[in-house]
T-cell receptor, first 110, second 118 residues
Framework: DAKTTQPNSMESNEEEPVHLPCNHSTISGTDYIHWYRQLPSQGPEYVIHGLTSNVNNRMASLAIAEDRKSSTLILHRATLRDAAVYYCILATSGTYKYIFGTGTRLKVLA | DARVTQTPRHKVTEMGQEVTMRCQPILGHNTVFWYRQTMMQGLELLAYFRNRAPLDDSGMPKDRFSAEMPDATLATLKIQPSEPRDSAVYFC????????????????FGEGSRLTVL
């Protein structure tokens, strides 16, 4: 299974943009990149996913490197409610497994 | 709002007892996942089903854990006998990851079942 590497923790000031990096150097050509987040005492929730092109939705943007070996989740204006653990996941081609790594714990400072 | 429903939300039991956790996936979703979360191991994939058939349960301890989908509206995860090391939060998730091709679908998670084995 292809793996992802994320920083253990990051901090951001409220209302500032946040860039959460993820490395996935062993990604295969058909693996999709997914991001989920887990708020305290809740199950993970979907944020965004993509294959090759950058993606935007109401929650965030996903920037994917041209070689696809890394990606960045962008929160345009962090709020206190965005404090969570953010997981970068590769949807493994052929097996449909969604394997969660250790994630990045985002702290948002007021 | 459609949601994944898990029961019980909390369970405290003694070592050696049987524990059954239940999950009602979102209607129409054809794939159901079971995850376990602990502080030490994080989120571990235990098993997943597609159209009620088990696709992969390699993450599950076979000697004491079993997972089934008796019908499309119910998934169960059973531990027999339970041990203190099974204490964790167990999450069920459902989705249709094949709708747009492999790996394209969104997973919806339940709120989890917190299990404590004394």
């Amino acid at each position: 299974d292809a793996k992802t590497t994320q920083p253990n923790s990051m901090e951001s000031n409220e209302e500032e943009p946040v860039h959460l990096p993820c490395n996935h150097s062993t990604i295969s050509g058909t693996d999709y990149i997914h991001w989920y987040r887990q708020l305290p005492s809740q199950g993970p929730e979907y944020v965004i996913h993509g294959l090759t092109s950058n993606v935007n939705n109401r929650m965030a943007s996903l920037a994917i490197a041209e070689d696809r070996k890394s990606s960045t989740l962008i929160l345009h204006r962090a709020t206190l409610r965005d404090a969570a653990v953010y997981y970068c996941i590769l949807a493994t081609s052929g097996t449909y497994k969604y394997i969660f790594g250790t994630g990045t714990r985002l702290k948002v400072l007021a | 709002d459609a949601r994944v429903t898990q029961t019980p939300r909390h369970k405290v039991t003694e070592m050696g007892q049987e524990v059954t956790m239940r999950c009602q996936p979102i209607l129409g979703h054809n794939t159901v996942f079971w995850y376990r979360q602990t502080m030490m191991q994080g989120l571990e994939l235990l098993a997943y089903f597609r159209n009620r058939a088990p696709l992969d349960d390699s993450g599950m301890p076979k000697d004491r854990f079993s997972a089934e989908m008796p019908d499309a509206t119910l998934a169960t995860l059973k531990i027999q006998p339970s041990e203190p090391r099974d204490s964790a939060v167990y999450f069920c998730a459902s989705g249709s990851p094949y709708a747009g091709g492999p790996g394209t679908g969104e997973l919806f998670f339940g709120e989890g079942s917190r299990l404590t084995v004394l």
